[in-house]
């Protein structure tokens, strides 16, 4: 599967209450409620989802920001796409894929991009599995 239809999947799941129930702890689905942004509270097991499915860190680096109060009040986690050479060039933002930038940018809120920091993956999360398993993904 490429990652355009693994972003397609992952979206639709988004929006599937059934999903949002199962995947999001209960802090997180209010949220995602309240906002009426159905990619709010799925960044770090959709990235993760993505992550594993296209490369792991062959392909990608995983990134994460501490949102400020007035985001989410929870920390926000995308991928940064590694060129040839196996390095981020953080100064090449084309090569972000943020695929639950909408949780902000809906709310006209500028990402950081620059202040990420990143991080590793050693084990499949709990969420991730469940997010690709109900997706229809498969299994990570």
């Not at 400020?68 to 929870?74: L, R, S, V």
């Not at 920091?117 to 299994?139: C, M």
């Amino acid at each position: 599967m490429n990652e355009n239809d693994i972003i397609q999947a992952l979206r639709k799941a988004f929006s599937n209450d059934h999903i949002k129930r199962q995947v999001l702890d209960i802090g997180w689905y209010e949220k995602n409620i309240e906002s009426g942004i159905d990619s709010t509270g799925f960044c770090f097991a959709a990235s993760e989802v993505l992550y594993r499915l296209t490369g792991a860190s062959h392909t990608w680096q995983v990134n994460y920001l501490q949102d400020p109060d007035h985001w989410n009040q929870g920390t926000h986690y995308f991928l940064w796409r590694r060129n040839e050479d196996g390095e981020v060039d953080k100064a090449n933002y084309n090569h972000i894929k943020d695929i639950t930038a909408d949780q902000y940018t809906l709310r006209n809120i500028d990402i950081p991009y620059e202040q990420a920091r990143a991080r590793g993956l050693p084990f499949v999360s709990r969420r991730a599995r469940l997010l690709a398993r109900l997706s229809g993904l498969g299994e990570l």
